[in-house]
Antibody
Framework: QVQLQQWGAGLLKPSETLSLTCAVY????????WSWIRQPPGKGLEWVGE???????KYNPSLKSRVTISGDTSKNQFSLQLSSVTAADTAVYYC???????????WGQGTMVTVSS | QSALTQPPSASGSLGQSVTISCTGT?????????VSWYQQHPGKAPKLMIY???KRPSGVPDRFSGSKSGNTASLTVSGLQAEDEADYYC??????????FGSGTKVTVL
């Protein structure tokens, strides 16, 4: 059974860089799209971007200038970096697998990231 | 890209049915059959319930069904059970390598 486990810093100051990592256990990293999705407190979901095992990436146009998503097939992990964070980036960040067409079938447990001075 | 429009709340009695709508545009819901639905209980990660408009992942009860007409998709939960009380989000591929989610609907089981 495939599981995603994620970790990273939970408290950042404005202008710092958010960094999260998601590890894939019990399944293959290859052959799938791997996404980051975020959810501000009390609000809806927002797709941040994705990486494919080949290294190709796609980003939400509204975040593209600040986002980098990368994968490490040797470690079965992928990571998110979001630069120049502000309070508007405060959210629970989820990693997820694009295991079926156009959808996210397996999710990590979520990491709450708070941006505050 | 604007969020897809969902009603803030919906409710139904135990054993009855509830239908949630998800309205987008001709650039997302209307353009692609990549509409999915997620169930989220408080403090938990979302769970995929429907993908490609009407397909159910393994393990999802057949009480959950999806459909689409034009720019509006719908999720129907039949035979409501107490554990169905949760937030539900729709999502659609929106082209240009982008996905958009709905605003969310809180389903209450009466």
């Amino acid at each position: 059974q495939v599981q995603l486990q994620q970790w990273g810093a939970g408290l950042l100051k404005p202008s710092e860089t958010l960094s999260l990592t998601c590890a894939v256990y019990g399944g293959s990293f290859s052959g799938y799209y791997w996404s980051w999705i975020r959810q501000p407190p009390g609000k809806g979901l927002e797709w941040v971007g994705e990486t494919y095992h080949s290294g190709s990436t796609k980003y939400n146009p509204s975040l593209k200038s600040r986002v980098t998503i990368s994968g490490d097939t040797s470690k079965n992990q992928f990571s998110l970096q979001l630069s120049s964070v502000t309070a508007a980036d405060t959210a629970v960040y989820y990693c997820a697998r694009g295991g079926v067409p156009g959808a996210f079938d397996i999710w990590g447990q979520g990491t709450m990231v708070t941006v505050s001075s | 890209q604007s969020a897809l429009t969902q009603p803030p709340s919906a409710s139904g009695s135990l054993g009855q049915s509830v239908t949630i709508s998800c309205t987008g545009t001709s650039s997302d819901v209307g353009a692609y059959n990549y509409v999915s639905w997620y169930q989220q209980h408080p403090g938990k990660a979302p769970k995929l319930m429907i993908y490609e408009v009407s397909k159910r992942p393994s393990g999802v009860p057949d009480r959950f069904s999806g459909s689409k007409s034009g720019n509006t998709a719908s999720l129907t939960v039949s035979g409501l059970q107490a554990e169905d009380e949760a937030d539900y989000y729709c999502s659609s591929y929106a082209g240009s390598n982008n996905y958009v989610f709905g605003s969310g609907t809180k389903v209450t089981v009466l």
